[in-house]
């Protein structure tokens, strides 16, 4: 069984700075891969970035970068200058064979 | 580009009636998955297949039945819909399973409402 864990349900974050939104997860499968998706206020799942569980850097992609913590079972999602666009709930997810998604957590950009 | 179809966008059902949510792929994909998405939520699956002729239970599958007679399609029934059914509801697919670097594509969701 897989799980994941978004623990704050919402976050907010001033023009410009970098926010860090955190999410943990459970799985018993050796080989697995986390993603972030963004869903804005229109309803339509972005792909943000994935992480595969033996890759070894970070992934990164633009202002997005995945801190990836594998004996810690974390998956942090960090935003670089963020803009008022970000605005949006954040959705960690696990995929083996089936594919789970956190709570999500809502971050607000404040100008 | 057509990606991931879902249709309807919208569907006002009474209780007890049947319906029949359709999701389409043209990408060739093997895994197809279904979501539900209630309000202030996370998504939940409900079915999911890897491949035509086979699917499987996820979390919340009770009142929901699925069929996967060709790669493109992978309709979900409800039977008899009841108000706990009211939800956003998102068809999803992949080519491999995702532990593959192979993101989710999605639908753009069917808007449902019980009453």
């Known amino acids: 069984a897989q799980k994941i864990t978004q623990t704050q349900p919402g976050m907010f974050v001033q023009e410009k700075e970098a926010v860090t939104l955190d999410c943990t997860y459970d799985t018993s499968d050796q080989s697995y891969g986390l993603f972030w998706y963004k869903q804005p206020s229109s309803g339509e799942m972005i792909f943000l970035i994935y992480q595969g569980s033996y890759d070894e850097q970070n992934a990164t992609e633009g202002r997005y970068s995945l801190n990836f913590q594998k004996a810690r079972k974390s998956a942090n999602l960090v935003i670089s200058a963020s803009q008022l666009g970000d605005s949006a709930m954040y959705f960690c997810?696990?995929?083996?064979?089936?594919?789970?998604f956190g709570t999500g957590t809502s971050l607000t950009v404040i100008p | 580009n057509a990606g991931v179809t879902q249709t309807p966008k919208f569907r006002i059902l009474k209780i007890g009636q049947s319906m029949t949510l359709q999701c389409t792929q043209d990408?060739?994909?093997?895994?197809m998955y279904w979501y539900r998405q209630d309000p202030g939520m996370g998504l939940k699956l409900i079915y999911y297949s890897v491949g035509a002729g086979i699917t499987d239970k996820g979390e919340v599958p009770n009142g929901y039945n699925v069929s996967r007679s060709t790669t493109e399609d992978f309709p979900l029934r409800l039977e008899l819909a009841a108000p706990s059914q009211t939800s956003v509801y998102f068809c999803a697919s992949s080519y491999h399973r995702s532990a593959t670097n192979e993101k989710l594509f999605f639908g753009s969701g069917t808007q449902l409402s019980v009453l």
């Open positions: 990408m060739n994909h093997n895994y």
């Open positions: 997810a696990i995929g083996g064979n089936q594919f789970y």
